[in-house]
């Protein structure tokens, strides 16, 4: 089992940046698939970015360029950093684990992009 907690939303302007972290109660080191999704409201969850115990990194075609995905073992953390956020990026922004055969949620953090 794994605890995620989500921080880093924030309220921030077209073109600005924000960090987002994805803290985990346990070693992250052998979780197999760390990522981050985002929900906008009336729309289905959405995959944004993962990044695997080995590193390699996926994205979606809408952040590609834009945000980028790492972890810091030491710390049992995953972040995601997001530049050039455009309106369309408002969400609540969610960590996930993919340990074993289950998936573990974090509770979320609001990402809000005004025009």
């Known amino acids: 089992q794994v605890q995620l907690v989500e921080s880093g939303g924030d309220l921030v302007q077209a073109g600005g940046s924000l960090r987002l972290s994805c803290a985990a109660s346990r070693s992250i080191f052998s979780i197999n698939i760390m990522g981050w999704y985002r929900q906008a409201p009336g729309k289905q969850r959405e995959l944004v970015a993962t990044?695997?115990?080995?590193?390699?990194?996926d994205y979606a075609d809408s952040v590609k360029g834009r945000f980028t995905i790492y972890r810091d073992n030491a710390k049992n953390t995953v972040f995601l950093q997001m530049n050039s956020l455009e309106p369309e990026d408002t969400a609540v922004y969610y960590c996930?684990?993919?340990?074993?055969?289950?998936?573990?949620w974090g509770q979320g953090t609001q990402v809000t992009v005004s025009s």
């Open positions: 996930n684990a993919k340990l074993q055969e289950f998936d573990y």
């Open positions: 990044i695997t115990s080995g590193g390699y990194r």
